[in-house]
Nanobody
Framework: QVQLVESGGGLVQAGGSLRLSCAAS????????MGWYRQAPGKQRELVAR???????NYADSVKGRFTISRDNAKNTVYLQMNSLKPEDTGVYYC????????????????WGQGTQVTVSS
């Protein structure tokens, strides 16, 4: 069983910053991608940022230049530094990881955290 636990959400004013973290635990051989998604009320869940195990990253256009994703592979942890926050960044942020449970896994399994609320006031 694999568990992803997010932390760091909260209420901030526009222009402020938050740092989210997500730690994966359990029977894990390796993690390919780790990333962050968010879902605002009435909207579809969307990719915010993703980081591959060897360092490549990608971001939603709406957060480029403001958010930075990083990973500590030794700790199976991913972070999201969010700066210059805007009200439209408000939503529940979910951690996501593609996990190989064994060295002979034929594919990665996708796991999700429980989500952490980020609210940005105007």
């Amino acid at each position: 069983q694999v568990q992803l636990v997010e932390s760091g959400g909260g209420l901030v004013q526009a222009g402020g910053s938050l740092r989210l973290s997500c730690a994966a635990s359990g029977s894990i051989f390796s993690i390919n991608a780790m990333g962050w998604y968010r879902q605002a009320p009435g909207k579809q869940r969307e990719l915010v940022a993703r980081a591959m195990s060897r360092g490549s990253t990608n971001y939603a256009d709406s957060v480029k230049g403001r958010f930075t994703i990083s990973r500590d592979n030794a700790k199976n942890t991913v972070y999201l530094q969010m700066n210059s926050l805007k009200p439209e960044d408000t939503g529940v942020y979910y951690c996501n990881a593609d996990v190989a449970l064994t060295s002979y896994s034929t594919s990665y399994l996708e796991y999700w955290g429980q989500g952490t609320q980020v609210t940005v006031s105007s």
